[in-house]
């Protein structure tokens, strides 16, 4: 496995900053052209500093690479993260017009795009891949979340397993565009099978990049009404980080990981209480544990 961070280093030789941005999109599976409600576990004002408020793109960039300059003296550049919603839900100008913004900055040497798999028609795969003759990273990210039909089903995900290969395949007819997906450990009715198999199928695709994230369950979602009703429980921190080591041991070893962990603020955050945002290096700890001690059986039993 590569590390985001440490792919960005080798290749341009420094720290590369992600921005996030809300660019005041909204998603087909809240405003009812998927269904009402979003996923059970959704919580998008969460996702974004700039959530509700009214600044524009140029506005949060320029906020965003202001503080960071002071902060990091030796920042290479900057990836416009278009976070919030389904970033990829608008008409093609609309999207070129917001994209277009972000892409002009000479500091900027790309885009990440969070989106769902059935938001991608083909005129907004070629828009995207247009910015790729420009600007060396642009990353499509799609939501897959499990490769379990019935999980995403009960989760109200609105699209299945289908639609993610198909927009996988889809996306990397251009290949200069990357693809990251996301998937979700710990999710009701998931098993350890299932996490097996929706890294075995990322692993199966032409896909670049993955981010692992714990299901952890904040406040104003359905599944916060789930979790206090008693109709499932949370993972302790060290089954996911087992959990995450095999994981990572089933994906192609240079898969580029961009993230190996979620998390809330202890205002947001229900449950577990290892997904606050003051315990993240706990679990990216407990992660490397698991990855050692999995390496240590292994030698062992070479012997
Ligand atoms: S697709 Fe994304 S933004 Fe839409 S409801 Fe689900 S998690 Fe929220």
Redesign the pocket.
């Known amino acids: 496995m590569i590390k985001f961070n440490q792919y960005l280093k080798d290749k341009y030789g420094g720290r590369i900053q992600k921005i996030s941005i809300d660019a005041g999109f909204t ?1 087909p ?2 405003d009812g052209n998927v269904a009402f409600g ?2 059970t ?2 919580n ?1 004002t969460s996702f974004s500093p700039y959530a509700m408020t009214r600044q524009t793109v140029e506005e949060q960039i320029e906020k965003s690479i202001d503080f960071y300059s002071k902060r990091f003296k030796k920042i290479k550049g900057y990836i416009a993260y278009f976070q919030a ?2 970033n990829t839900y608008a008409p093609v100008e609309k999207l070129k017009e917001i994209y277009d913004k972000a892409m002009e900055y000479p500091e900027i040497i790309g885009m990440s795009i969070g989106t ?1 798999p059935d938001v991608v028609p083909e005129p907004v795969l070629d828009l995207i891949a247009t910015y790729t003759v420009e600007k060396p990273e642009i990353w499509l990210e799609y ?1 897959l979340q499990t490769a379990n039909i019935k999980t995403l089903r009960n989760i109200n ?2 699209h299945g397993v289908s639609e993610f290969v198909d927009a996988v395949l889809r996306t990397k007819k251009r290949p200069g565009i990357k693809v990251c997906a996301h998937m979700i450990v710990g999710l009701p009715g998931d098993e350890y099978e299932d996490y097996i198999e929706t890294a075995k199928l990322i692993a199966a695709l032409p896909i670049d990049g993955i981010k692992i994230h714990p299901l952890h369950v904040v406040k104003h979602t359905v599944m916060a009404k789930q979790y206090a009703n008693g109709e499932f429980g949370v993972l302790e921190l060290e089954e996911y980080a087992k959990i995450v080591a095999d994981i990572l041991e089933v994906l192609p070893e240079d898969i580029i990981v961009q993230r190996l962990t979620g998390e809330a603020t202890e205002e947001e955050l229900i449950a577990p209480e290892w997904c606050s945002s003051k315990r993240k290096m706990d679990v990216l700890k407990a992660i490397d544990e698991a990855v050692r001690r999995k390496q240590e059986e292994k030698n062992l039993l070479r012997i």
Do not use: D, L, Y
């Open positions: 998603c599976n809240r979003g996923c576990f959704c998008n919603f389904s769902r939501g995900r609105g």
